[in-house]
């Protein structure tokens, strides 16, 4: 095993070919790695190779971070990271060769700043999304920025790029061992990133709320600072509310941005889909003295905070996914056109110890008003009532017994001729953990209507639950006749 | 290749079958014993008889301390671990005796060491608890991977091979079925747990599976019948101690 040295002048060219892969045109040089798009005839995606900064003397992180990539890359998988090809081996000259995710990243959108507000929710909630995907594999990514960001053309799905910095935590943390000094961007580090924990999944979320802030204001909340104690700065000193900057900022907006910036990781945003869900639903944002906020904290506040940081205390977290395992998105689907109370109830019943054992779930009551296929819906009814608010105003009296608190539970009315579909749309598209609902008992319109519960439970990405009111028992003979009857 | 690593097997039959299993069902091709196979646990004969077929097939075995003191007389040891020892003496035959006196202290090949304890020190026995011992240990050896036993607790440990500077050791508790790249810059020691007495709190036999094609090395752990383990144990009249410990992994 050689060592490190002399590695400088690396033979990757192009025109070389490098294990098989045949080295093309240089793509990017940074101060860690550069990028070489290369080629091998049995592989169709466009490739890129990564080939580490070796010089002599150069920073000894540039060598650690490639090792973690090296590490963590293979164990990752979906659209929300380039997918892993090969890497070097044994061999003399370090790389890894990852798909070349086509799309652009979000620093080209830095001259467009500052976004419409939506658009920047938009972005968020699909960078958000992206996270989640991450800590549900094991790995913070402690270097969300804009240049480590590329949505995909096609799909727009955001994929997160550059896991130098990355923390697995079934892996050793090279990273965070060797190195005393914190590494990370100045302007997105989190702070208790800055204090040396690389194991909390809301860094993410921290990071996330400053490019959300920069991409709607145009300023960077707490700009880019130079050394130790500036950066340090951030544990004492919050940023310029929003609203100072744009008068016409959003409330549910900076609500959702100020909580991502909260100096303590427990105020945040519990996981990365629950914050996607809000950017999803600025509607149901429930929002607290943060998104009215017009000026920073008075300095009295900042020098008690500055003298007496009780968050620069070391807290012991729990893993990763332990962390997104704790606070589920978990979805009761219920079926208010039915008048069969005591079905209601026993959901509700199912759903209470379900949200017992985890405190920190989110959940979201959902009821689906069927629309006819044929005829258009009149939204009013026969008394002239809103049948959408009617529905939403009823959805809220069921849900009102689970006597959550108002940041914990929102209310949906979808609108859709299959309700099934409906369900298991917003069960996709909110990355629902978990499916709470009732199965019809009456037999006859269950045949007729065909059984929603059953195609949920069929075809969901997550668990279901379905509540069923208990039935007298029949005894198995007379329960085998009666199939036999139903038999053509 | 793949290399199974068992060490402490400290003649736990059950453990050791369960583990021997496992091994198989991940196809692994070759079989290190890293030591310590006696002692402690009611089944020395089997143990023994079956490493000799292990070895017999090509399996490597390396000599543990307590495989060195069944041949001799009054070593210092603590008490219920010598009235064991001297109960396990009475267990082996001859052909027994001498197959584990004539073990090697070490073996090593092409990238690899396998020791019992220390590699700074094999014939000290001492302990590689953290990352301070590991790098001592470390820097006696040239070799990509050293495998060890001897501590009971599965830990893996690297440094980068770095020139010009002081490069830091790390520590690192695997987890058990997740594969760790064993990065090519860096030298690596798997302490690799005890398959007949756990003490890392968990009691589930503990083994490390090294894929010499992938570069990645996995820590197993499994579940074995401790019940029938510790019955014999006391059955045979030895420290109910030894019995206990079995059950809490500790």
Same mark, same amino acid.
């Given at each position: 095993?050689?060592?490190?040295?002399g590695?400088?002048?690396?033979?990757i060219?192009?025109?070389?070919?490098?294990d098989?892969?045949l080295?093309g045109?240089?793509?990017h040089t940074g101060?860690?790695a550069?990028?070489?798009a290369v080629?091998r005839?049995?592989?169709?995606?466009p490739?890129?190779m990564?080939?580490?900064?070796l010089l002599e003397g150069e920073d000894?992180?540039?060598?650690v971070g @490639?090792e973690?990539?090296?590490m963590i890359?293979?164990?990752l998988?979906?659209?929300?990271?380039?997918?892993?090809?090969?890497?070097?081996?044994?061999?003399?000259?370090p790389?890894?060769?990852m798909?070349?995710i086509a799309?652009?990243t979000l620093l080209l959108?830095?001259?467009?700043?500052?976004?419409p507000?939506?658009?920047?929710?938009a972005?968020? %909630?699909k960078? $958000?999304?992206?996270?989640?995907?991450l800590?549900?594999q094991h790995?913070v990514h402690?270097?969300?920025?804009?240049?480590?960001?590329v949505?995909?053309e096609?799909t727009?799905?955001?994929?997160?790029?550059d896991?130098?910095?990355?923390h697995?935590?079934?892996?050793?943390?090279l990273?965070g061992?060797e @190195?005393?000094?914190p590494?990370?961007?100045?302007?997105y580090?989190?702070p208790?990133?800055?204090?040396?924990?690389?194991r909390?999944?809301?860094?993410?979320? @921290?990071a996330?709320?400053v490019?959300?802030?920069f991409f709607?204001?145009?300023?960077?909340?707490f700009?880019?600072p130079k050394?130790?104690r500036?950066l340090r700065?951030?544990?004492?000193r919050d940023?310029?509310?929003?609203?100072k900057r744009?008068a016409d900022?959003?409330?549910?907006l900076q609500?959702?941005?100020?909580?991502c910036?909260?100096?303590d990781p427990?105020?945040?945003?519990?996981?990365?889909a629950q914050l996607?869900f809000?950017?999803?639903n600025p509607?149901e944002t429930?929002?607290t003295g943060r998104?009215?906020r017009?000026?920073?904290?008075p300095w009295?506040?900042v020098?008690r905070?500055r003298f007496h940081?009780?968050?620069a205390r070391?807290t012991p977290?729990?893993?990763?996914?332990a962390?997104?395992s704790? $606070?589920?998105?978990?979805?009761l689907?219920?079926d208010l056109?039915?008048?069969?109370?005591?079905l209601?109830? $026993?959901?509700?019943?199912t759903?209470?110890?379900i949200?017992e054992?985890?405190p920190g779930?989110?959940? %979201?009551?959902l009821?689906?008003l069927?629309?006819?296929r044929i005829?258009l819906?009149?939204t009013l009814?026969e008394e002239g009532r809103n049948?959408?608010l009617?529905?939403?105003v009823?959805?809220k009296h069921?849900g009102?017994?689970?006597?959550l608190l108002?940041?914990?539970?929102?209310?949906?009315?979808?609108e859709?001729t299959?309700?099934?579909?409906a369900i298991?749309?917003y069960?996709?598209s909110n990355?629902?953990?978990?499916v709470?609902?009732?199965a019809r008992a009456?037999? %006859?319109?269950r045949t007729?209507?065909?059984?929603v519960?059953g195609e949920?439970v069929?075809?969901a990405?997550?668990?279901v639950?379905?509540?069923r009111l208990?039935?007298p028992f029949?005894?198995a003979?007379?329960?085998?006749?009666?199939t036999e009857?139903?038999?053509p | 290749?793949?290399?199974a690593?068992?060490?402490?097997?400290?003649?736990?039959?059950?453990?050791?079958?369960a583990?021997?299993?496992?091994a198989?069902?991940?196809s692994?091709d070759r079989l290190?014993?890293? =030591?310590?196979y006696v002692?402690?646990g009611?089944?020395p004969?089997?143990?023994?008889?079956t490493?000799?077929?292990?070895v017999?097939? =090509? *399996?490597?075995?390396?000599? =543990?301390?307590h495989?060195?003191?069944?041949?001799e007389r009054?070593?210092?040891?603590?008490s219920?671990a010598?009235?064991?020892?001297?109960?396990?003496?009475?267990?082996?035959g001859?052909a027994?005796?001498?197959?584990?006196?004539?073990l090697?202290?070490?073996?090593?090949?092409? *990238?690899?060491l396998?020791v019992?304890?220390?590699a700074?020190?094999?014939?000290r026995?001492?302990y590689v608890t953290?990352?301070?011992?590991a790098?001592?240990?470390l820097?006696?050896?040239?070799?990509?991977l050293t495998?060890c036993g001897?501590?009971?607790?599965?830990?893996?440990?690297?440094?980068?091979?770095?020139a *010009?500077?002081?490069?830091?050791t790390?520590a690192f508790?695997?987890?058990? *079925?997740?594969?760790?790249p064993?990065?090519?810059r860096?030298?690596?020691l798997?302490?690799?747990g005890s398959v007949?007495q756990?003490?890392?709190g968990?009691p589930?036999?503990a083994?490390?599976l090294?894929?010499?094609a992938?570069g990645?090395?996995?820590?197993?752990?499994?579940?074995y019948d401790?019940e029938a383990?510790?019955?014999?144990?006391r059955?045979a009249g030895?420290?109910?101690?030894?019995?206990d410990?079995?059950?809490?992994?500790?």
């Amino acid at each position: 095993m050689g060592a490190l040295t002399g590695v400088g002048t690396s033979p990757i060219r192009k025109g070389a070919v490098v294990d098989g892969f045949l080295v093309g045109d240089l793509i990017h040089t940074g101060g860690m790695a550069s990028l070489r798009a290369v080629t091998r005839g049995d592989i169709r995606m466009p490739l890129l190779m990564k080939i580490p900064t070796l010089l002599e003397g150069e920073d000894p992180a540039a060598i650690v971070g @490639f090792e973690m990539e090296q590490m963590i890359l293979p164990r990752l998988s979906g659209p929300h990271v380039p997918t892993f090809v090969a890497k070097s081996d044994v061999s003399v000259h370090p790389y890894i060769v990852m798909e070349r995710i086509a799309g652009k990243t979000l620093l080209l959108r830095l001259d467009d700043l500052p976004l419409p507000y939506e658009e920047v929710a938009a972005i968020g %909630a699909k960078v $958000a999304t992206a996270l989640d995907d991450l800590h549900r594999q094991h790995v913070v990514h402690l270097d969300v920025k804009p240049s480590n960001i590329v949505i995909r053309e096609g799909t727009g799905d955001a994929a997160l790029v550059d896991f130098g910095l990355a923390h697995h935590d079934q892996l050793p943390d090279l990273m965070g061992e060797e @190195f005393r000094l914190p590494y990370g961007t100045a302007p997105y580090m989190a702070p208790e990133q800055i204090l040396g924990d690389r194991r909390d999944a809301r860094s993410d979320l @921290f990071a996330l709320g400053v490019l959300l802030y920069f991409f709607s204001t145009g300023v960077r909340p707490f700009g880019d600072p130079k050394g130790k104690r500036a950066l340090r700065r951030r544990l004492y000193r919050d940023p310029v509310p929003p609203r100072k900057r744009r008068a016409d900022y959003p409330l549910w907006l900076q609500e959702i941005v100020l909580r991502c910036l909260e100096v303590d990781p427990a105020q945040r945003h519990p996981t990365a889909a629950q914050l996607a869900f809000d950017l999803s639903n600025p509607a149901e944002t429930k929002l607290t003295g943060r998104s009215e906020r017009l000026d920073k904290d008075p300095w009295s506040a900042v020098i008690r905070r500055r003298f007496h940081p009780d968050f620069a205390r070391a807290t012991p977290r729990p893993a990763i996914l332990a962390q997104v395992s704790t $606070a589920p998105i978990v979805a009761l689907a219920i079926d208010l056109a039915e008048s069969e109370s005591p079905l209601h109830e $026993a959901l509700r019943d199912t759903a209470a110890r379900i949200l017992e054992t985890v405190p920190g779930a989110r959940v %979201a009551c959902l009821n689906v008003l069927r629309q006819h296929r044929i005829a258009l819906d009149k939204t009013l009814d026969e008394e002239g009532r809103n049948k959408h608010l009617t529905r939403l105003v009823e959805l809220k009296h069921w849900g009102r017994p689970l006597s959550l608190l108002e940041n914990r539970i929102t209310f949906h009315v979808l609108e859709a001729t299959d309700p099934a579909a409906a369900i298991l749309e917003y069960v996709r598209s909110n990355r629902v953990d978990h499916v709470v609902m009732g199965a019809r008992a009456n037999s %006859a319109l269950r045949t007729l209507l065909g059984s929603v519960s059953g195609e949920v439970v069929a075809k969901a990405p997550c668990t279901v639950t379905v509540v069923r009111l208990p039935r007298p028992f029949e005894k198995a003979s007379e329960a085998a006749s009666e199939t036999e009857r139903n038999t053509p | 290749m793949r290399i199974a690593f068992m060490a402490d097997l400290h003649a736990n039959r059950e453990a050791l079958e369960a583990c021997l299993a496992h091994a198989r069902s991940q196809s692994a091709d070759r079989l290190v014993f890293l =030591g310590d196979y006696v002692n402690y646990g009611a089944d020395p004969e089997w143990v023994v008889e079956t490493l000799l077929e292990h070895v017999e097939k =090509g *399996g490597i075995a390396i000599r =543990g301390n307590h495989d060195e003191a069944v041949g001799e007389r009054a070593r210092t040891m603590s008490s219920p671990a010598e009235v064991a020892l001297e109960w396990t003496r009475n267990q082996l035959g001859p052909a027994h005796r001498a197959f584990l006196a004539a073990l090697p202290i070490a073996h090593e090949e092409e *990238g690899l060491l396998c020791v019992h304890a220390d590699a700074a020190a094999p014939f000290r026995w001492s302990y590689v608890t953290d990352a301070e011992d590991a790098a001592r240990s470390l820097r006696a050896t040239e070799s990509h991977l050293t495998a060890c036993g001897h501590v009971h607790k599965p830990a893996l440990y690297n440094v980068p091979v770095v020139a *010009g500077r002081a490069a830091k050791t790390t520590a690192f508790r695997p987890v058990a *079925g997740v594969p760790v790249p064993l990065l090519p810059r860096r030298r690596w020691l798997a302490v690799v747990g005890s398959v007949g007495q756990p003490r890392d709190g968990n009691p589930a036999a503990a083994y490390a599976l090294f894929d010499a094609a992938r570069g990645e090395i996995t820590t197993f752990r499994v579940a074995y019948d401790i019940e029938a383990a510790a019955g014999k144990i006391r059955a045979a009249g030895l420290p109910a101690m030894l019995a206990d410990r079995l059950a809490w992994g500790l």
